[in-house]
């Protein structure tokens, strides 16, 4: 008996259906069952194609990371201090920010590198967020105290100091840190920056 050969391959016809169809000689078509199927792929390969969706490549690249957030860069200490006054550490502040840093308590201390001797001219430059209050603060080295305004606008004070021991630290005093409208830490004076030059 004549083998059949198999169906045109572009039509989708599978070649497994053929082979079954030849497994049995003394049967001259395939079973009803696959026949069926057979006939359905013949016909959705004919009208649709045979083409088969290929799966999205998966790529082993890494993904670049989100950029961070870019923060002012803290003030350094040394930007704090000028003159005699160079400044060895803060206490009674908050972490300094680009601009300076608020009192976090009272008093607040600045400690100095060097001792301060006899008269000093000291410039003194801060300021205080506006409540509609004017706020006074002291500011001492050693035994010698002087009192200034705070304003909303930051401004340099110009004061003299006549001291009659070496001092070694200025003390900020008489402002109690307060609640601010916009920000939920309780905040004093904003300390900027203090020179000192010898008489």
Same mark, same amino acid.
């Given at each position: &008996?004549?083998?059949?050969?198999?169906?045109?391959?572009?039509?989708?016809?599978?070649?497994?259906?053929?082979?079954?169809?030849?497994?049995?000689?003394? *049967?001259?078509?395939? $079973?009803?069952?696959?026949?069926?199927?057979?006939?359905?792929?013949?016909?959705?390969?004919?009208?649709?194609?045979?083409?088969?969706?290929? $799966?999205?490549?998966?790529?082993?690249?890494?993904?670049?990371?989100?950029?961070?957030?870019?923060?002012?860069?803290?003030?350094?200490?040394? /930007?704090?201090?000028?003159?005699?006054?160079?400044?060895?550490? &803060?206490?009674? +502040?908050? $972490? /300094?920010?680009?601009?300076?840093?608020?009192?976090?308590?009272?008093?607040?201390?600045?400690?100095?590198?060097?001792?301060?001797?006899?008269?000093?001219?000291?410039?003194?430059?801060?300021?205080?967020?506006?409540?509609?209050?004017?706020?006074?603060?002291?500011?001492?080295?050693?035994?010698?105290?002087?009192?200034?305004? %705070?304003?909303?606008? $930051?401004?340099?004070?110009?004061?003299?100091?006549? %001291?009659?021991?070496? /001092?070694?630290?200025?003390?900020?005093?008489? +402002?109690?840190? *307060?609640?601010?409208?916009?920000?939920?830490?309780?905040?004093? /004076?904003?300390?900027?920056?203090?020179e000192c030059t010898p008489k």
């Amino acid at each position: &008996m004549a083998t059949r050969r198999p169906p045109n391959e572009e039509l989708g016809f599978s070649l497994e259906f053929w082979k079954l169809g030849n497994m049995h000689p003394g *049967r001259r078509c395939l $079973p009803t069952r696959l026949k069926a199927k057979a006939a359905i792929l013949v016909l959705s390969s004919f009208l649709f194609g045979c083409s088969r969706e290929e $799966p999205p490549v998966q790529s082993n690249a890494p993904s670049s990371a989100p950029s961070a957030p870019v923060l002012p860069a803290g003030k350094p200490l040394s /930007a704090f201090g000028g003159g005699a006054c160079e400044v060895a550490s &803060m206490s009674g +502040f908050y $972490p /300094a920010e680009n601009w300076g840093s608020w009192t976090e308590k009272d008093p607040a201390e600045i400690l100095l590198k060097s001792e301060l001797k006899g008269s000093v001219n000291v410039k003194f430059t801060g300021y205080t967020f506006d409540d509609g209050t004017p706020h006074k603060l002291t500011i001492s080295i050693g035994n010698t105290s002087k009192t200034i305004t %705070l304003t909303s606008e $930051p401004k340099a004070y110009d004061l003299s100091y006549s %001291l009659s021991a070496p /001092a070694k630290s200025v003390i900020l005093t008489g +402002f109690p840190p *307060r609640a601010h409208p916009t920000d939920k830490r309780l905040m004093g /004076a904003g300390f900027i920056s203090v020179e000192c030059t010898p008489k």
